[in-house]
């Protein structure tokens, strides 16, 4: 069989080929969406590259709420069709997978991930434990990998936790909350929680010290940060990290991911050294009362590999096979 894995993420969108169940590392490639109108005309161009047109079968991992006949991006106005890309490629099975779906599943074997410790708890985690990936970049999204009590393959549900209602403890952040619901009527844990959100973040930070922005980029407050160069974006960072840590602590609470927790995005790999160095994410994310001594117990990792999404999608498409539900 060979397959077409994609990951279409807000700013890039990364394409491999999956020859006989493994992705081809030839084959990887990743286009700018600014560079193109829709998205088979990145498939098309890709293709056209490749000298390939004719597949068995195409898993497209997008940051969206997709359906079984396709999706309408969240954060682009791209509208991606089955039928379109059945006529382009020729698959007789495409499936449409959340970003963080494809990211979960990429969690059935978290060793073959590259990854750098956050959180270490004191007992190793259960192989067959759920695992849960988070993650801050263009937007925000978490995932579960669960393994049924009755055995067999494991599952992951789709989801939209950047739209939830963003937490706030303190003065300072419902200041924040307040400024980033202003002509908005709320304030989201995406608003706070991805590059945007630490631009605002930022913002809000340097407006209380009376002092203007000198970083403009989200990537430039970052490297701010933490290189300890600007006083405003170290305490934005620091900011940012404790609602993180946070929003990664209640979404633990419910999933309950004693199998690890992995952070994923552009943020926070941004932020990497200020998240491994310092406690703010570490206190924030244990900070629940009588549940402290129960939060230690789990365990988090940075994922460093752009590849994840695409490797949940060869998973994907394994286990779909497996079910007799795509060609194999």
Not at 158 to 181: D, P, R, S, V
Request: charged share 20%; net charge negative; proline share 5%.
């Amino acid at each position: 069989m060979t397959a077409l894995v994609s990951d279409i993420g807000g700013t890039n969108t990364r394409l491999g080929l999956v020859e006989d169940g493994q992705l081809v590392a030839s084959s990887l490639d990743s286009f700018a969406n600014d560079d193109f109108d829709s998205y088979e005309a990145v498939v098309e161009t890709y293709l056209d590259r490749l000298g390939q047109r004719r597949l068995d079968a195409c898993c497209i991992a997008l940051a969206a709420a997709p359906t079984p006949d396709g999706a309408q991006l969240t954060n682009r106005d791209w509208t991606i069709a089955r039928t379109g890309l059945q006529a382009l490629t020729g698959a007789p099975f495409i499936g449409f997978l959340n970003d963080f779906e494809a990211l979960g599943y990429s969690l059935i074997a978290p060793e073959r991930l590259e990854t750098q410790p956050v959180l270490a708890s004191a007992m190793p985690p259960p192989l067959r434990a759920t695992r849960m990936v988070l993650g801050a970049g263009t937007g925000f999204n978490a995932a579960a990998c669960h393994w049924p009590a009755s055995g067999g393959a494991p599952h992951v549900a789709a989801a939209e936790c950047g739209h939830t209602t963003l937490a706030i403890e303190g003065e300072e952040e419902c200041a924040l909350q307040a400024a980033l619901a202003a002509g908005r009527g709320r304030a989201s844990v995406e608003r706070a929680l991805s590059g945007n959100g630490l631009r605002e973040i930022y913002a809000f930070v340097c407006g209380r010290a009376g002092r203007p922005c000198r970083a403009q980029t989200s990537a430039e407050i970052a490297a701010a940060a933490v290189a300890g160069s600007d006083e405003q974006a170290v305490a934005a960072a620091h900011l940012f990290l404790r609602l993180l840590g946070r929003v990664a602590g209640d979404l633990a609470l419910t999933l309950l991911p004693h199998g690890g927790i992995y952070l994923y995005g552009g943020v926070c790999r941004a932020l990497a050294p200020l998240i491994v160095t310092t406690d703010t994410f570490r206190d924030a994310f244990r900070a629940k009362g009588r549940m402290g001594p129960f939060m230690a117990d789990f365990d988090a990792h940075l994922l460093l590999d752009d590849r994840i999404a695409l490797i949940g999608c060869v998973e994907w498409l394994r286990i779909a096979a497996v079910s007799r539900a795509c060609p194999r």
